[in-house]
């Protein structure tokens, strides 16, 4: 199971004599959490303290209490604890509950000699955002808005997986004229229009999903999925049982995470990467380029003069300045909403030729626009190395420079992947 980043902690105060159903509270909440799938909890006991009742408990040998507080914490997704929290606060008639954000840097079951020979499910995600095949096209982009995420599994009446919906499907089969941003990236006027608009329609995800959905068992391998993501170039995959349920989610990045935290123990990240999977070997070199001082226009011919889906910002020594992507343009140009722009960035994600509207100058650059500073790598380095800088950044494709730091080539997430498995 991921727990990575930004998560949730739960600290429970009861007090030791707490009953629930004929046993002690806080048993019953660690057996509810564990029968839930929760990432796990721990129980202290304390010296002494006082609650709402204002009576002092204490373990002092002199004044011995049999009702000492107990404190519970729980760190999980937070969607985990949406789902089990109000029922946590049924149990709960006398104590209190804290919630509150806090940031995981580590979470696992110990270190592999074979990372990518152990279950997918034990690094899948389990909290999964998904829709059933009578759910309007509108209902499924209110949740990929919401929850954040990128894909959409689609479930039949049975739990089974039957589909999935990505961007691309809402760009192909339901008129988004766009990839879907992230609802904090739109004015609120924008997302209403965008969803009054999609209300109209009268598609359904059944209308629009992918099928049938490449997946993987919980009780395959690592090595499998990402070989299959490898096979049809695919970010994620979804995990089912034996009988075709969704249990949970698996992308490059749990991947890669995984990857890095079996093998950091361990590695030298000194060693010279095995022949024939070098970076300088698995790295794009048709880069697309702007100078700092490029219009819009041309930033957008760039990406559609190629597949990279980025636009590096070099000087006249193709030193890298910056990285321009097309969600770099859409959070930052001011023309974000023209018509023009938008036809052309969507088909520049859909792969489909262009008629060309020039873009007004509005005055804005290349330097305007662009992300700063960029992670770079060299052609030599480890891919260990680069798998580490891509997971700690959370970025998809580094520049890869020379010793003196010109541009040379474009490394991506795919490509990276490919390298370890064969290197694995």
Do not use: C
């Not at 794009?284 to 990406?303: G, K, M, N």
């Not at 052309?344 to 290349?366: F, H, I, S, Y």
């Not at 959370?394 to 730091?405: I, T, W």
């Not at 490394?411 to 990276?416: H, Y």
């Amino acid at each position: 199971m991921q727990l990575y980043g930004e998560a949730t902690r739960i600290t429970i105060y009861i007090g030791e004599s707490d009953r629930y159903q004929g046993g002690s509270l806080y048993m019953a909440i660690l057996n509810f959490l564990r029968s839930e799938g929760a990432s796990g909890a721990t129980v202290t006991r304390a010296l002494s303290g006082f609650g709402a009742h204002s009576r002092i408990r204490t373990a002092n040998i002199e004044v011995l209490s049999s009702d000492l507080p107990i404190r519970i914490e729980w760190i999980d997704l937070p969607q985990r604890v949406d789902r089990l929290l109000p029922q946590l606060q049924r149990m709960v008639n006398d104590g209190l509950i804290l919630r509150e954000t806090v940031t995981v840097v580590h979470y696992s079951m110990g270190r592999s000699q074979d990372p990518l020979g152990q279950p997918a499910s034990h690094i899948m995600r389990e909290e999964i955002v998904t829709a059933t095949t009578t759910t309007p096209v509108a209902e499924v982009v209110t949740l990929l808005l919401e929850r954040g995420v990128r894909s959409l599994p689609i479930l039949d009446q049975n739990g089974r997986l039957v589909g999935i919906i990505t961007d691309g499907d809402l760009l192909h089969r339901a008129g988004l004229m766009t990839r879907l941003p992230l609802q904090s990236e739109l004015p609120i006027s924008q997302v209403h229009a965008l969803l009054a608009a999609l209300r109209q329609s009268t598609l359904t995800a059944q209308d629009i999903m992918t099928k049938p959905v490449i997946s993987v068992r919980g009780d395959e391998t690592v090595r499998a999925a990402v070989a299959r993501m490898v096979k049809h170039n695919l970010k994620r995959l979804p995990v089912v049982n034996d009988k075709g349920g969704l249990i949970g989610m698996v992308s490059r990045i749990d991947v890669f995470r995984t990857i890095e935290l079996h093998r950091s123990g361990s590695e030298d990240v000194d060693d010279a990467p095995h022949t024939g999977h070098s970076i300088g070997e698995l790295m794009h070199t048709d880069v697309p380029t702007v100078a700092p001082t490029a219009q819009l226009e041309e930033i957008v011919r760039a990406l559609e003069s190629s597949r990279r889906r980025r636009v590096v910002v070099i000087d006249e020594n193709r030193h890298v300045l910056g990285i321009i992507s097309d969600g770099d343009l859409l959070r930052r140009s001011q023309q974000k909403y023209h018509p023009g722009l938008l036809v052309r960035l969507r088909n520049v994600l859909v792969g489909e030729e262009t008629v060309t509207q020039v873009l007004p100058d509005a005055g804005e650059r290349a330097a305007d626009l662009m992300t700063t500073p960029v992670i770079t790598v060299q052609p030599d380095t480890p891919l260990s190395e680069a798998l580490q800088l891509m997971t700690t950044h959370a970025v998809k494709r580094l520049p890869v420079v020379d010793a003196e730091g010109r541009l040379v080539g474009l490394l991506g997430r795919a490509s990276v992947l490919r390298g370890l498995l064969e290197d694995d």
